[in-house]
């Protein structure tokens, strides 16, 4: 009797040890499987942080290269020498209300123009004499870079300040091969306006 008693207290003891080892397997089961799944997404978010960074130093790399390419190409443009031209030519147009003078080369390329009017002139001060003498100073200095020395002066209207704008230029050290008067004359074309009443 003692011998199946022990028997069947030792029996019952087995059963729950293998249900114990039962569930201890599943668990570890379960913890193995979570313990896997966060590693695969744990490697599938580092590739798109290192793609994610590639593209970013990509970016960057670009950003960086583009300045410097336009800081090449601004050189290349202020490396560019300004053409040497030792013959051009004048046009003065001087009315009754203004002077304009505009320095080009003989293919007629404009090199520099000024008014008296830009100047700072206003009103009936910039018909005058004085203000067409100051018109070619200034064209004078903005023509300096390229070195004119000979000039054909074309002559076009009938102000006060045609005269005063070549006297201008001989006393600025300009050679004058040729004074050609270009002002248009009507024959009998357009009827003429009415006099003016004063």
Same mark, same amino acid.
């Given at each position: 009797?003692?011998?199946? /008693?022990?028997?069947?207290?030792?029996?019952?003891?087995?059963?729950?040890?293998?249900?114990?080892?039962? #569930? &201890?397997?599943? !668990?570890?089961?379960? +913890?193995?499987?979570? &313990?896997?799944?966060?590693?695969?997404?744990?490697?599938?978010?580092?590739?798109? !942080?290192?793609?994610?960074?590639?593209?970013?130093? !990509?970016?960057?790399? /670009?950003?960086?290269?583009?300045?410097?390419?336009?800081?090449?190409?601004?050189?290349?443009?202020?490396?560019?020498?300004?053409?040497? +031209?030792?013959?051009?030519? #004048?046009?003065?147009?001087? *009315?009754?209300?203004? *002077?304009?003078?505009?320095? *080009?080369?003989?293919?007629?390329?404009?090199?520099?123009?000024?008014?008296?009017? %830009?100047?700072?002139?206003?009103?009936?001060?910039?018909?005058?004499?004085?203000?067409?003498?100051?018109?070619?100073?200034?064209? !004078?200095?903005?023509? &300096?870079?390229?070195?004119?020395?000979?000039?054909?002066?074309?002559?076009?209207?009938?102000?006060?300040?045609?005269?005063?704008?070549?006297?201008?230029?001989? &006393?600025?050290?300009?050679?004058? %091969?040729?004074?050609?008067?270009?002002? @248009?004359?009507?024959? %009998?074309?357009?009827? @003429?306006?009415?006099?003016?009443?004063?």
């Amino acid at each position: 009797m003692d011998n199946k /008693d022990q028997k069947n207290k030792k029996e019952p003891k087995k059963e729950p040890q293998e249900k114990t080892t039962v #569930v &201890q397997n599943d !668990e570890k089961n379960k +913890i193995n499987s979570n &313990q896997t799944t966060p590693e695969i997404s744990q490697g599938q978010g580092k590739v798109k !942080e290192e793609k994610k960074q590639q593209k970013e130093e !990509e970016t960057t790399k /670009d950003k960086k290269e583009q300045p410097a390419i336009a800081s090449v190409i601004v050189k290349k443009k202020r490396k560019k020498n300004r053409r040497q +031209i030792q013959k051009g030519r #004048v046009y003065i147009k001087s *009315t009754y209300n203004n *002077t304009i003078v505009t320095m *080009t080369d003989m293919h007629g390329n404009v090199l520099a123009w000024s008014t008296t009017g %830009n100047l700072g002139f206003k009103g009936a001060k910039k018909a005058t004499s004085y203000a067409a003498s100051q018109v070619v100073a200034d064209i !004078e200095m903005k023509v &300096q870079k390229y070195g004119l020395k000979e000039l054909d002066v074309f002559v076009k209207g009938v102000g006060t300040g045609r005269e005063a704008a070549i006297r201008a230029l001989v &006393q600025k050290g300009f050679s004058l %091969n040729m004074i050609k008067d270009i002002t @248009p004359i009507p024959h %009998n074309g357009c009827r @003429p306006r009415k006099p003016r009443r004063v």
